[in-house]
């Protein structure tokens, strides 16, 4: 069984940078689509929104919002995804969650063609909470 416990989040000002990880303690799925989403003030509807994915082979996509400030990496020895996030914004602002599916990043992408949607993933972690004040 996946088992994954995300840590990092904390309070930080507006322009600052926090690294999220998420160990999974469980069973390794070698060829799913691992993801971090977000849920907070700033998210549409109040729902769990992708922020950025990592396919099995290392390939990455990331939501706008977040290009070019956020990066998305993992560490297969140790079973640990990765969110390094920087000049943060207070829209930043909201609960990060680690999700890892049963299908690759890029079957979702060819047959749907859409944003990664949280209600597809089989597997998440608890949360960490990221706050960015002005």
């Known amino acids: 069984q996946v088992q994954l416990r995300e840590s990092g989040g904390d309070s930080v000002q507006a322009g600052g940078s926090l690294t999220l990880s998420c160990v999974n303690s469980?069973?390794?799925?070698?060829?799913?689509?691992m993801a971090w989403f977000r849920q907070g003030p700033s998210t549409r509807n109040h729902r769990r929104e992708i922020?950025?994915?990592?396919?099995?082979?290392?390939?990455?996509s990331y939501a706008d919002s977040v290009k070019g400030r956020f990066t998305i990496s993992k560490d297969n020895a140790k079973n640990t995804l990765f969110l390094q996030m920087n000049s943060l914004k207070p829209e930043d602002t909201a609960m990060y969650y680690c999700?890892?599916?049963?299908?690759?990043?890029?079957?979702?992408?060819?047959?749907?063609?859409?944003?990664?949607?949280?209600?597809?993933?089989?597997?998440w972690g608890q949360g960490t909470q990221v706050t960015v004040s002005s």
């Open positions: 999700a890892v599916a049963q299908f690759t990043c890029v079957y979702w992408n060819v047959n749907y063609g859409t944003p990664l949607r949280a209600d597809a993933f089989n597997y």
């Open positions: 922020v950025a994915a990592i396919d099995s082979d290392g390939s990455t």
């Open positions: 469980g069973t390794k799925l070698s060829s799913g689509c």
